[in-house]
């Protein structure tokens, strides 16, 4: 198994520097050819939403996407995938950030009743209070 960077997923997807890209690329070719899965740690995964609509402006639905088509991959290994497709689910739908409603469902698998929160996004998930 071979585990992916934040900064090579984003070359790799967004493809914005041809050098950097192209690397990304072979590297992933090589390792799926030799059979190798590719991990993905779910702090990769939150950087990689962050970068896409941050620095680049890509919309919410399309970044959406993006998280979708790494969980239905074979060869990825998503570190909490359960979780991840739990926080999916409400991201996709514009409630809050990937990374709050991973951390609530992660907070709730560690048995925490709920996650306190300033975050008025997050009103109304019975994971989290506002306080």
């Known amino acids: 198994m071979i585990g992916l960077d934040t900064n090579i ?8 520097d041809k050098k950097q890209f192209a690397r ?3 590297a992933i070719r090589r390792a799926t050819d030799q059979g190798d899965s ?8 939150c950087e990689l939403v962050w970068v896409l609509e941050s620095a680049y402006g ?14 239905l991959t ?3 290994e998503i570190e909490h995938r359960d979780h991840v ?12 950030d990937l990374s709050d409603h991973l951390i609530g469902r992660i907070h709730r698998a560690h048995g925490c009743e709920r ?6 996004a997050l ?9």
């Open 9 to 16: 997923l984003v070359r790799y997807l967004v493809r914005d």
């Open 24 to 26: 990304a690329e072979s």
């Open 38 to 45: 590719l991990f993905i740690s779910a702090i990769v995964l």
């Open 58 to 71: 890509f919309p919410r639905e399309d970044v959406a996407r993006v998280v979708e088509t790494l969980l």
């Open 74 to 76: 074979d060869r990825m």
């Open 85 to 96: 497709w739990g926080a999916w689910r409400p991201y996709r739908d514009g409630k809050g």
């Open 115 to 120: 996650t306190i929160t300033f975050d008025t």
């Open 123 to 131: 009103r109304g998930d019975p994971l989290f209070e506002l306080i």
